[in-house]
């Protein structure tokens, strides 16, 4: 069912908005509306701006708790000023113990790459110092790519009066120096760029050889490294023995800040020298009622409430309120789409349709009960929806395994309580001799279909739609159509007397006319004109193929529901040929191992089939009577969900 919906506007001082949201409003779950939209006709209304002085200290108590263990028990309940005052008091302590942190950082990133300089030349047994000193000779340090090496010495060697010394070799690279005589600084530069050598500069400051250097630096990477993880220690042993006040103070100003955003719907009006702020927005009814309960007797807040039915300037955000073993099936109204507050909800007819259609479709007692019992399981330890639709889908497919006989494909185990789908045929006039399953499939699509457009007759009178009510295809004059055509039926099938000719052209042919005439129909009891738009001619044309069309749907949607009854033998089909491949067909020793692959093979495989196809009979030959989809979502801004 969906929830009746109140709209409130709520106004006081600009000052006390926070008051109020923390005191009363942060209670109830509101969907708020645009203050500065929905009050357009108003005059003297400007936005609430302002800057969320919260925001910041927010941003600094969560990077401090994200720093603290898990499990950490949060301490005693703090006011936003409190709050403001531990971060800040945080933020200094550390700020005083971090505070040489930034450089010693900077200084160990400049160390180590240094370090990643120097190390491919440290098989090198000469100071890196004396070489970069050489007057006559220029170095070029640097790697090539180990595919162009043997390329790139062969060129040096042949065509340039240089030598390359290698000190190092990975998997990617050759590391070395490049020695060039002066005159041939620019020219060699150019060939080692065509040949893709990196230059690597690699400073001179330290004495010693390349291996000396390196460990040097090692060294004071590691006592960097040990410092600042000591700062880091200090820091984090600083914020532990203040975690329970940092992840209050984190509490309050995070819900400070959400509610502080509540400005962006407000409107804000000035009256005798006082400001007041405006809010709209949805409640449900009962919350609506303990709202204005709880602040009728406060000065500062004024609440003024509307019925849904008086509200024309919008309409009301849709809120589903279902009983629990229903409540998982809003996962296929949402994927369709939300009912508009003024159209049923869907949710408890989907529930049982598709489970008494899965049941029919997927009757097993053994595989059912492990749809039930797995669905069950998943459904109370992750509360997934689909969880829980399995497991009720189960629940009906074990029913109408013990109507069925069936327990796991043995259908010799127990009795069947009313018919074995392969084996149970009717004999019909006209038709002949067809299968029980499926008479019973389509006699209960009709009545299914039948439904549907007395759900369609009912949102057409929320709506106050006259012609949907009276001449659509799915309101009355569809109805009477649609049920005399499946009263001929029984009775044909039934081997009774159908009515009289003068009694079956009024009940067939008078709604069939006033289904042509909807338009006309509609407009002259509304009191439109034109009666008809776009000439007599294009009219009767467009009519007759939408009448065609009619009788096509009303066809094909009955017909539709064969594909129960046919899943229902398939069903019985596929576990004998398991049990044929397990050597249980004759009453022997079935090879076990078989038999539970095969009915794990078909209860995954059907279930998923049978689960898609009940789902399309629902939204296709059921929902497309009655149910448009076209709600918006009830969201609440605050308070609990």
């Not at 620019?186 to 760029?193: F, I, N, T």
């Not at 407000?266 to 009256?271: M, Q, Y």
């Not at 407009?523 to 001619?537: R, V």
Request: hydrophobic share 45%; net charge negative.
């Amino acid at each position: 069912m969906i929830e009746k919906m109140t709209f409130l506007n709520i106004s006081g001082p600009k000052e006390d908005i926070d008051r109020m949201v923390d005191d009363y409003l942060g209670k109830y779950p509101i969907h708020l509306e645009n203050a500065l939209s929905e009050l357009s006709a108003v005059r003297d209304l400007y936005p609430f701006t302002q800057a969320n002085p919260y925001k910041e200290w927010l941003d600094k108590a969560e990077g401090f708790c994200g720093r603290l263990p898990e499990g950490t028990a949060e301490g005693r309940a703090l006011s936003p000023e409190e709050a403001v005052d531990v971060i800040r008091e945080i933020k200094g302590e550390l700020h005083q113990t971090e505070q040489n942190l930034p450089a010693l950082k900077q200084e160990l990133a400049e160390s180590q790459d240094l370090l990643h300089k120097i190390s491919p030349f440290r098989s090198l047994p000469v100071e890196i110092s004396e070489l970069v000193k050489f007057r006559f000779i220029k170095l070029r340090f640097g790697r090539i790519p180990r595919d162009l090496c043997k390329k790139f010495e062969q060129y040096v060697y042949d065509d340039l009066n240089m030598i390359f010394l290698k000190t190092q070799t990975d998997e990617e690279y050759v590391w070395g120096i490049c020695f060039i005589p002066p005159g041939q600084k620019e020219k060699a530069d150019a060939v080692l760029s065509a040949l893709r050598f990196e230059r690597v500069w690699v400073p001179d400051e330290y004495t010693g050889t390349a291996e000396e250097a390196y460990e040097e630096l090692n060294a004071k990477c590691r006592k960097l490294t040990s410092e600042i993880e000591r700062i880091r220690k200090k820091s984090d042993e600083m914020i532990r023995t203040r975690a329970g006040e940092l992840l209050a103070a984190r509490t309050v100003l995070a819900r400070r800040t959400k509610n502080f955003d509540i400005r962006k719907y407000a409107a804000c009006t000035k009256e005798r020298e006082v400001t007041y702020y405006i809010l709209c927005g949805w409640m449900g009814e009962a919350d609506a009622k303990a709202f204005i309960a709880e602040t009728e007797k406060d000065p500062k807040v004024t609440c003024i409430e509307e019925d849904a039915q008086q509200v024309t300037y919008e309409n009301p955000p849709t809120r589903l309120k279902n009983p629990g073993i229903f409540k998982p099936f809003e996962m296929y109204i949402k994927m369709y789409g939300l009912p508009s507050y003024k159209e049923l909800d869907p949710t408890v007819f989907v529930a049982i349709t598709y489970s008494l259609l899965f049941g029919a479709m997927f009757g097993d007692l053994g595989q059912g009960m492990l749809l039930l019992i797995g669905g069950f399981i998943l459904y109370k330890k992750k509360n997934m929806a689909l969880a829980g639709i399995i497991s009720t889908a189960g629940f009906f497919s074990s029913i109408f395994g013990i109507l069925f006989g069936s327990i796991f494909g043995f259908e010799d185990i127990i009795p069947a309580l009313w018919l074995r789908p392969r084996e149970a045929m009717s004999q019909l006039p006209v038709i002949g001799n067809l299968n029980t399953v499926f008479v019973v499939a389509v006699a209960f699509g009709m009545f299914l279909i039948l439904v549907t457009m007395v759900m369609h007759i009912i949102n057409a009178v929320k709506a106050g739609s006259v012609g949907d009510k009276w001449f659509d295809t799915n309101g009355v004059a569809g109805f009477i159509f649609y049920a005399m055509i499946c009263l001929c039926i029984v009775l044909v099938m039934s081997g009774r007397t159908l009515p009289g000719a003068v009694l079956l052209v009024l009940l067939i042919g008078l709604p069939l006319l006033a289904i042509a005439l909807k338009e006309p129909l509609e407009n002259l009891i509304e009191k439109k004109k034109p009666l008809i738009e776009g000439g007599i001619g294009m009219y009767i044309t467009q009519t007759f193929f939408e009448l065609f069309e009619t009788m096509l749907s009303f066809f094909s949607n009955t017909l539709s529901f064969v594909r129960v009854g046919a899943f229902a033998v398939s069903h019985a089909a596929m576990m004998e040929v398991v049990l044929m491949l397990a050597g249980a067909e004759n009453g022997g020793s079935p090879n076990w191992i078989v038999v539970v692959l095969g009915n794990l093979f078909v209860c995954g495989l059907e279930g998923l089939i049978v689960g898609i196809q009940v789902l399309r009979l629902e939204y296709y030959e059921m929902f497309s009577r009655f149910y448009r989809g076209d709600g918006r979502e009830f969201r609440p801004f605050l308070g609990k969900h």
